[in-house]
């Protein structure tokens, strides 16, 4: 979409847009619970195969068409792809093996994770007050994975693939942060789910394929179909947004993985999982504010002082 035909700025309409797109994504996980009996390389094509059908109502809504498609770097849309499939996989798997609010408050420390590749991966300086947030951040996520429990002989394997599908989806969004330097949203999307259903309808062939039965197709569909339309209002709410924001907002997936849990398997968050996601979720405010802070002190003052800190 052209710069002149840019949506003006609506930090209300981004906001619900924001909103609709974490419940949907916390309906997506539920469904993926739900079908814990598949393996979760196939759930994950699917969602990608489905959610090509928002993607086009997208492409067809947003008026550009297949000139959005135009690439001039399908290596960094493949890399994107093949780093993102390898995150749903284990976010997926996370879900299945844990309790729906565990593994939504692990997946908090993905802010965490590309704050610190932020320096090595793109070039962009990290300095002292971001840094402190992070290891604070850390600690919350040491609270939650209770690494007391290894001193009993307990492993819970769900604890390590959550942190996994964090750092796989900073990883993920550092190439995302490349790519819409010269790509559109919409074409990082499309290419996204196009390429991963691929990737992933090839990393499905050592596994053995279950077949969905008449009742169970409607939910596998439905993974890509709400997917896709989790990713189309998240779109349009960074349309509408800027993304500090809008980052706040998307603290409410604990509300709802925590409220649908509950409700469904009867899941109630320990005091640890609860400590460490408020600690979590502090140091990612804290970063969200300082950035915020930055841009405005940018505007305002001139350059920053390179020993001014972050």
Known sequence: ??????????????????LLSVALFAVMSVLVKWLSHFPPVELAFFRQVFAMVPIGLML???????????????VAHATRALIGSTSMILVFSAFQMLPLADATALSFAQPLFLTALAGPLLGEKVRLHRWSAVIVGFIGVVVMARPIDLLSGSFNLGVVVALGSALTSALAMATVRQLSRSEASLTIIFYFSAIGAVLLGLAMLPFHFVVPTWREMPLVVAVGL??????????????FSPASALSPFTYSAIVWSTLLGWAIWAEVPTMATIAGALIVVASGLYIIWRETYR????????PVSPAAGD
Request: proline letters at 4%; charged letters at 20%.
């Open 60 to 74: 067809w809504h947003s008026g550009a068409g297949l000139r959005l498609l135009r690439t001039e770097r399908p």
């Open 1 to 18: 979409m052209s710069q002149a035909s840019a949506p003006k700025e609506d930090i209300r309409l981004g906001i619900l847009n924001m």
């Open 226 to 239: 709400v997917g896709g339309t989790a990713q189309y209002f998240l779109t349009q709410a960074y349309r």
């Open 295 to 302: 841009r405005v002190t940018v505007v305002n003052a001139g």
